[in-house]
Structures are given as structure tokens and as C-alpha cells.
């Protein structure tokens, strides 16, 4: 069974940091490129972030470049999101995603509210 599982969400004040974590299971994770989307209340849901199977590519979306680092443990499945400087147009909720051919799969979603 595939499963997708985010954690690391939370509030946060301008200014600050959050780490985001995605679990993997049930696929061959190396296979798949990984992406973070986020989608803000009213709004559609934006990629953000995208790395390689592989990690030696990695392309953000221009909101976020200089402030979000995208990486990965292909050995323990696992993906991350280091958020820095965050802003109060960074709240959304944050989807792990899962890409290989015709293969697309994606996790419940974690929030991120950045607020004072």
C-alpha cells in the first residue's frame, strides 16, 4: 500500500523556520521524482519545490528560491523541506508528491500557518 505521510507543520511567526518531512512507503521511492505543492485557502494548488529521483536536480518555484531547500534519503524514503525566512504568504497546506511515468501519488497534507 502506498502511503505518503507529511509531518514537521505548524505555526510560526514571520521570520522563522520549519522543517517539513515526508515518509514513504509501499513504492520504489528511488524511482520517483519527489515535489512539495502547497495550496493556500482560495487558491490552487502551486508547486514549490521538485527534486531528481536521483537528488542531483532540484528547481524551486521564484517565490521560494533562496529561502526553501529540497532534499532527500533515497536509503530511508524519506523527503524534507527546509522553510527559512518564512512570510505570512507561505501559509498553506504542504502536499509530498510522487512522480514516475503514469504513476502520481500524494500525501493528506500538512499546514503551515505563519502568523505573529
Known amino acids: 500500500q502506498v502511503q505518503l505521510v507529511e509531518s514537521g507543520g505548524g505555526l510560526v511567526q514571520p521570520g522563522g523556520s520549519l522543517r517539513l518531512s515526508c515518509a514513504a512507503s509501499?513504492?520504489?521511492?528511488?524511482?520517483?521524482?519527489m515535489s512539495w505543492y502547497r495550496q493556500a485557502p482560495g487558491k490552487k494548488r502551486e508547486l514549490v519545490a521538485v527534486?531528481?529521483?536521483?537528488?542531483?536536480?532540484?528547481n524551486y518555484a521564484d517565490s521560494v528560491k533562496g529561502r526553501f531547500t529540497i532534499s532527500r534519503d533515497n536509503a530511508k524514503g524519506t523527503m524534507s523541506l527546509q522553510m527559512n525566512s518564512l512570510k505570512p504568504e507561505d501559509t498553506a497546506v504542504y502536499y509530498c508528491?510522487?512522480?514516475?511515468?503514469?504513476?502520481?501519488?500524494w500525501g493528506q497534507g500538512t499546514q503551515v500557518t505563519v502568523s505573529s
Open positions: 508528491n510522487a512522480r514516475w511515468i503514469n504513476y502520481d501519488y
Open positions: 509501499g513504492f520504489t521511492f528511488n524511482r520517483y521524482a
Open positions: 527534486i531528481s529521483s536521483a537528488g542531483g536536480n532540484v
